[in-house]
């Protein structure tokens, strides 16, 4: 472990994290591919590409290449006072590839800010169009949307009321369809969705702006994939009380073998989707709110929607969002994202036969996590004082591995590894990652054997 200091002036983001977790975290001063290079000479595979991001690895000569060249023709302009040409291409392309539904895209630099953003439309629309009194939103529990100030509010977070207090306005939750443990996922499903309906009623379904939701998790609920009946579920009732469907995509789009997850199911496509985390795969801040050109032109033609942020299609950022997305169509990595995620998750399955800590693998495509448990046979959780996943990832260090792990709520929903490696990972790749995971989890299960005991009950 590289020794940890706080220097005596400035430091790195991770002076502000409390000491523990700062402690362990590798300095990494290259990235070549797939892999992160430390400054002790560790060549990292980047299992969960940071945080569902990096989806083409370090070092894309195309894109790096796009964004000198638009650097050089156009380095800035204000979108709220001029267009540009970068942006009209990257909408373009982004629209075309979502297809009918989502023909307006606005841009902004990241997650948090689109997801605000698509609420601040639905909004913006709902005023104009004669329903301001719809301002409520609902969302899921658990769930993530972002780190704003607002955001956080949306989040399926036990902990945020007693932090951020009346600092922001808490959504109304419902509880998510979490397959792991429940009876069966249809069962989830249809459980999530009369609390959907319920909390509708109660609020007053005349109130209700919006339900948010991640189509296929992310962090959260360490990718759960709800039962199919969900979303048509949830399309349903939204349409019933005319509510819209926000599908919070930052994570799922362009993992799933769709380039939206909502396009598994044509019938359940929601109103507004979120794309963030991939869209320019870290080589640039961006972020996207897609939206039906209707709702765009009714509001134009009224108040029209002009809330900015300094940073919003920014031209460097459109051009590197359009090189990604020329290399997902032209390397086709969606359909790789299909077919080597397959492969990846038929392997973490046969490691979970041997492994005493996984009581299920989840996941589509390259979006998969695999659940942590203290017991197999009851699939107890790890009681609140043991962080699972932060000593799986020391041991990953130790075996060649970054990985991400989550335990919200001090493991209230679980603990999960999120195995979400780049879309550009092939199947010798793979093999590796399985093989030294599997090393990692063995090395793992002996120090946490050694130390933790199992509550064996459920703290929900
Ligand atoms: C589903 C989801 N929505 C929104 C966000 C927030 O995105 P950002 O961190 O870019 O603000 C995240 C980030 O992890 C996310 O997972």
């Not at 000198?68 to 982004?94: C, D, F, M, W």
């Not at 038929?346 to 005493?356: D, H, R």
């Not at 699939?379 to 799986?392: N, T």
């Not at 780049?422 to 093999?431: F, S, T, Y």
Request: negative net charge; proline residues 5%; contains cysteine.
């Amino acid at each position: 472990m590289s020794e940890w200091h706080y220097p005596e002036v400035g430091g790195t983001q991770d002076v502000f994290f409390d000491r523990a977790t700062a402690r362990f975290l590798p300095t990494i001063v290259a990235g070549e591919g797939v892999y992160l290079i430390d400054d002790r000479g560790r060549r990292l595979l980047d299992v969960c590409s940071g945080p569902f991001l990096a989806a083409l690895g370090q070092g894309n000569e195309r894109v790096l290449q796009a964004m000198v060249e638009q650097g050089r023709k156009l380095t800035y302009t204000y979108s709220r006072t001029t267009r540009h040409p970068a942006n009209a291409a990257l909408a373009e392309r982004i629209a075309s590839l979502a297809g009918a539904g989502f023909e307006r895209v606005h841009l902004t630099s990241g997650g948090s800010e689109a997801v605000e953003m698509a609420l601040k439309f639905l909004r913006a629309h709902a005023v104009a169009s004669g329903q301001g009194q719809r301002n409520r939103v609902i969302s899921m529990m658990p769930g993530y949307h972002g780190a704003t100030l607002q955001t956080l509010g949306l989040n399926g977070d036990v902990l945020a009321p007693a932090l951020w207090s009346s600092m922001t306005v808490y959504s109304e939750k419902i509880p998510a369809p979490l397959t792991f443990r429940a009876p069966s996922p249809e069962s989830a499903a249809s459980a999530s969705l009369t609390a959907l309906e319920e909390t509708i009623q109660r609020i007053g379904p005349e109130q209700v702006l919006a339900f948010v939701m991640e189509p296929i998790g992310g962090q959260s609920s360490g990718v759960n994939v709800p039962h199919p009946s969900f979303a048509s579920g949830a399309r349903s009732i939204c349409d019933r009380y005319g509510i819209r469907l926000v599908f919070d995509e930052s994570v799922s789009a362009f993992r799933t073998g769709r380039f939206l997850a909502a396009h598994h199911a044509p019938d359940a496509l929601p109103d507004v989707a979120v794309l963030a985390k991939g869209l320019a795969a870290g080589y640039a801040p961006l972020a996207a709110a897609l939206v039906p050109a209707a709702l765009v032109e009714e509001l134009s033609a009224t108040t029209g929607f002009v809330v900015s942020h300094s940073y919003d299609a920014s031209p460097i950022a459109c051009a590197a969002g359009a090189a990604v997305l020329d290399e997902i169509v032209e390397r086709d990595l969606i359909a790789n994202a299909e077919r080597v995620g397959a492969e990846l998750r038929a392997g973490l399955e046969v490691i979970a036969e041997n492994s005493p800590l996984i009581g299920d693998v989840r996941g589509r495509g390259l979006l998969l996590a695999i659940e942590l448990v203290s017991d197999r046979t009851t699939l107890a959780r790890f009681p609140a004082e043991v962080d699972p996943g932060s000593v799986v990832l020391r041991h990953g260090l130790d075996h060649g591995l970054l990985l991400y792990s989550r335990r919200q709520n001090r493991g209230r929903f679980g603990d999960w590894l999120l195995i979400a490696p780049p879309l550009v990972i092939d199947a010798e790749v793979c093999g590796d990652l399985l093989g030294r995971l599997e090393s990692t989890l063995a090395s793992a299960a002996n120090e946490l054997v050694r130390s933790h005991t199992s509550n064996g009950t459920d703290p929900l």
